[in-house]
T-cell receptor
Framework: DQQVKQNSPSLSVQEGRISILNCDYT??????FLWYKKYPAEGPTFLIS???IKDKNEDGRFTVFLNKSAKHLSLHIVPSQPGDSAVYFC??????????????WGLGTSLAVNP | DGGITQSPKYLFRKEGQNVTLSCEQN?????MYWYRQDPGQGLRLIYY???????QKGDIAEGYSVSREKKESFPLTVTSAQKNPTAFYLC???????????????FGDGTRLSIL
């Protein structure tokens, strides 16, 4: 049962335009969300995160929006650049007993930014 | 230059053989993790360790073993009991994995394991 869902396996946008990557989750206990970017044959690189006490977090060209009532978050990249072409993973975590946290990962969305 | 080093980059295993994947970090992170990625799938947690000499099973621990004798090192052994070991293995580390600090995980570049 996929608790973190990225329903679009791929996305193609034109250079300079906005890229919007979406992520839905089912577990209402999730209170921390992250986006990672991954190039082929490399490990994921942390991009941006958001706590459930916020609904927006911005870092340069990257903005993450969180809609808790809809259990939905999105990553906006503006403007998109060819170097942004990669697989983007959404991940979420919740506090468990004993202060342990575990990341639950989506399946990823492959973004292609065309020159 | 701090980071996470996984070796080897490519590894081949014969049937019935155990192999060990290396993961070393010089970020002074307390927590370390092993994930497995299969084509078209997200990352699945194999084992994780919050502190030296302690580790916990993740979602798919069967057929794997780990040790955490040093803070910097978290080797993963893929045993012969793992019937489908072909995958891309990723090691990660973070500052304390507890609720106090939601620290992002930093990843190595992975090891691709294949069966001969």
């Amino acid at each position: 049962d996929q608790q973190v869902k990225q329903n679009s396996p791929s996305l193609s946008v034109q250079e300079g335009r906005i890229s919007i990557l979406n992520c839905d989750y089912t577990n209402s206990m999730f209170d921390y969300f992250l986006w990672y970017k991954k190039y082929p044959a490399e490990g994921p690189t942390f991009l941006i995160s958001i706590s459930s006490i916020k609904d927006k977090n911005e870092d340069g060209r990257f903005t993450v929006f969180l809609n808790k009532s809809a259990k939905h978050l999105s990553l906006h990249i503006v403007p998109s650049q060819p170097g942004d072409s990669a697989v983007y993973f959404c991940a979420a975590s919740a506090q468990k007993a004993g202060n342990n946290r575990k990341l639950i990962w989506g399946l990823g969305t492959s973004l292609a930014v065309n020159p | 230059d701090g980071g996470i080093t996984q070796s080897p980059k490519y590894l081949f295993r014969k049937e019935g053989q155990n192999v060990t994947l290396s993961c070393e970090q010089n970020l002074n992170h307390d927590a370390m993790y092993w994930y497995r990625q299969d084509p078209g799938q997200g990352l699945r947690l194999i084992y994780y360790s919050q502190i030296v000499n302690d580790f916990q099973k993740g979602d798919i621990a069967e057929g794997y073993s780990v040790s955490r004798e040093k803070k910097e090192s978290f080797p993963l052994t893929v045993t012969s009991a793992q019937k489908n070991p072909t995958a891309f293995y990723l090691c990660a580390s973070s500052r304390r994995g507890g609720v106090v600090s939601n620290q992002p995980q930093h990843f190595g570049d992975g090891t691709r394991l294949s069966i001969l």
